[in-house]
C-alpha cells in the first residue's frame, strides 16, 4: 500500500535527531514515554520512519509553539497513534478482500444493512442536565462549543442537546484540564484528534460495509449471468462461475476507490 513507505524505519537516531533539531537523548526519553516507537534492526539498532518523524516534529510544535505539558503531549501522540492503526487496520482489510477476491473465494457473511445508529449519539440532555452532569457551569459547556472541543445538536427550536457521547467528551475535557494540567490548546488538539478517530473509525466501518455488500452483489450478477449465444464464452472460473476478466477489473476499480476515499491526515 502506499502508506508502506511511510512506516518503513530507515533512519538512525543521530539523522533523526538531526532531521528534527533535537538532541537524541530527548528522542530516547520521548520513546521510554511511548511518545514515539522506532523499529528495530536485527542488531536493535533504533530505527526512525518518515511517520516517526513527522510525529517528532508534532510533539515539538504542540511544546515549543502551544506550550503543550508532557501530559497533554502524551493524550495526542496516543490519539494519533490510534489514528495511524487504524488506517493500517482499513489498509489491511482492503488488501484482504482483494485476496478474498482473487481467489474467488465465497464471500464472508455480511453485516446487516443500514446498521442502526449507536444511541450514544443520540441528542437528549438539555444544558442545564448536561452541566449538572460533568459538575460544570452551562456557560463553561458553550464556551467549549465555540472552541470546538464538543459539537451538541439541536432541537426544532435550535436549543441546545447533549448525547451521551458529548457528556464522555466533557468529563475527558475535565480530567485533561484538571488532573493532567494541559492547557487549553492542548485539550483543543487533542479533542480534535478524538473526534477524527471517531469519524475515521465510523468511516473504516463504513467503507468496508459497503465494499462487502458491494462484491456481494456484483459477485452474484457474475455467477448469473447467462453464456452468451453464437459467441466464444468467457474465461469463468471453475469454482464459481464468474468472468475473471470482467469482474476481477470492476473489483480493482471498487477497492481503488475506496482506499482513495480515506481522508488525508497530512498537515
Known sequence: ????????????????????DMHPQTLRLYERKGLIR??????????????????LREI???????????????????????????????EAEIERIEDELREQARP????????????????????????????MHPQTLRLYERKGLIRPGRSSGKTRLYSERDIEHLREIRR????????????????RLRH??????????????????DLSERMTKWRTLP??????????????????GGASEEADDLLAGAADSWPDRTR
Do not use: C, W
Not at 176 to 191: D, P, R, S, Y
Open 176 to 191: 485533561l484540564t484538571q488532573e493532567l494540567g494541559v492547557n487549553l490548546a492542548g485539550v483543543e488538539e487533542i479533542m
Open 60 to 90: 515539538r510544535r504542540l511544546a515549543q509553539e502551544l506550550g503543550v505539558n508532557l501530559a497533554g503531549v502524551e493524550e495526542v501522540m496516543r490519539l494519533q497513534h490510534q489514528l495511524d492503526d487504524l488506517q493500517q487496520e482499513f
Open 38 to 55: 522506532p523499529g528495530r534492526s536485527s542488531g536493535k539498532t533504533r530505527l526512525y520512519s518518515e511517520r516517526d518523524i513527522e510525529h
Open 227 to 244: 453464456a452468451p449465444t453464437g459467441e466464444q464464452a468467457p474465461d469463468l472460473n471453475p469454482d464459481t462461475g464468474a468472468d475473471s
Open 108 to 135: 464472508q457473511a455480511l453485516p446487516a444493512p443500514g446498521a442502526a445508529p449507536d444511541p450514544r449519539d443520540r441528542p437528549v440532555y438539555v444544558i442545564s442536565i448536561a452541566a449538572e452532569l460533568v459538575d
Open 1 to 20: 500500500m502506499g502508506s508502506d513507505a511511510k512506516h518503513r524505519p530507515v533512519y538512525v537516531i543521530s539523522v533523526a535527531a538531526e532531521l528534527v
Open 196 to 213: 477524527e478517530l471517531d469519524a475515521s473509525r465510523a468511516h473504516l466501518e463504513g467503507n468496508v460495509r459497503r465494499l462487502q455488500d
